[in-house]
């Protein structure tokens, strides 16, 4: 299979990701609060992902802050090892709150939307708005709450969302794809004379950066930058795998439950499917939002490379 590069696919993911990236182009509160009551009334679904049939707590507050550009993990346990902890005196809009309503720990998360309220996804009436100092439910049953992103009170302004702490001697980061991705389609990678403006020469990532941008795969984010240290996710990484290598369908695909015919990638993750690239996590899903594992891209790239 021979690459075909017509889009700088990696500039994307600087929008898509959001955990872990820099300078973030940043949503006003007005931007985070509209979006998550845009959804007022969405059907609740145990482990449900689809906002129009029906999501869970945390698939609710993964699609609302992914409609913003930012990446949250799949669970709310998974969600509150994110970001930095915010005293519940010095909640912002667009904090995430989390709550212990099984007895066993965090079980479930809303985001904050200012004076005292929260919205989520409820398994009696949905995604709705509630008190967060509810004294016959939720004020007893408060845990705590995270910052993941700085959101601006005006449009122009810009914020920083906040590292997650992620091992990346499990999980890939861009400059680690760049790296295998490089190899991978031979190329020269030399001359170490990075483009970029937070990429030295010394970088152990310049030479596959340099090489990947003459071929015209990326140009960095808005402000020029590589982003080494970021991660991506499953499929995102699907989206790159397929323009990479010029992908096209082959016949009959895996159909996984957490890929809606309207997801983003959907087209992607089928292409991948339908050339025996992917099989899924083993349980009918393909893990579209989890960030892609170092032992997977090895997986994907020998596939790819056979």
């Not at 995430?96 to 985001?111: A, E, P, R, Y």
């Not at 990678?189 to 340099?210: E, H, I, V």
């Not at 970021?230 to 957490?258: C, H, W």
């Not at 050339?275 to 891209?297: A, W």
Request: proline share 2%.
């Amino acid at each position: 299979m021979r690459k075909r590069w017509l889009l700088p696919i990696f500039a994307s993911f600087m929008i898509i990701t959001g955990i872990g990236a820099n300078d973030v182009e940043a949503a006003t509160i007005s931007d985070i609060t509209n979006t998550a009551k845009d959804y007022i009334g969405a059907p609740y679904k145990f482990g449900g992902t689809d906002i129009n049939t029906g999501v869970d707590c945390s698939a609710y507050t993964q699609f609302v802050f992914s409609k913003l550009g930012i990446s949250l993990d799949r669970t709310s346990r998974a969600q509150y090892q994110q970001g930095s902890t915010v005293s519940k005196n010095n909640l912002e809009a667009g904090d995430l709150v989390f709550f212990n309503t099984s007895g066993s720990g965090i079980s479930h998360v809303g985001i904050y939307i200012g004076e005292g309220n929260f919205i989520s996804a409820t398994p009696s009436s949905g995604v709705r708005i509630d008190k967060l100092d509810d004294p016959y439910y939720w004020g007893s049953r408060y845990i705590g709450a995270k910052r993941v992103a700085n959101f601006t009170t005006t449009a122009t302004a810009k914020g920083e969302v906040k590292d997650a702490g992620i091992d990346f001697s499990v999980y890939a980061s861009r400059g680690e794809v760049a790296l295998q991705l490089s190899e991978a389609l031979g190329l020269d990678t030399s001359d170490t004379n990075s483009p970029f403006s937070d990429l030295k020469s010394s970088s152990k990532y310049a030479g596959a950066a340099t090489a990947l941008e003459k071929e015209g795969i990326f140009s960095g984010d808005e402000k020029g930058k590589f982003n080494a240290g970021s991660p991506i996710t499953r499929g995102q990484l699907a989206k790159v795998l397929v323009e990479a290598f010029d992908l096209k369908k082959q016949g009959n695909a895996e159909m996984f439950s957490d890929v809606t015919t309207s997801h983003w990638a959907y087209e992607y993750i089928l292409t991948l499917s339908s050339n025996k690239i992917t099989l899924g996590k083993g349980d009918g899903s393909f893990g579209v939002n989890d960030k892609v594992t170092l032992e997977h891209l090895e997986v994907f790239l020998e596939r790819l490379t056979k």
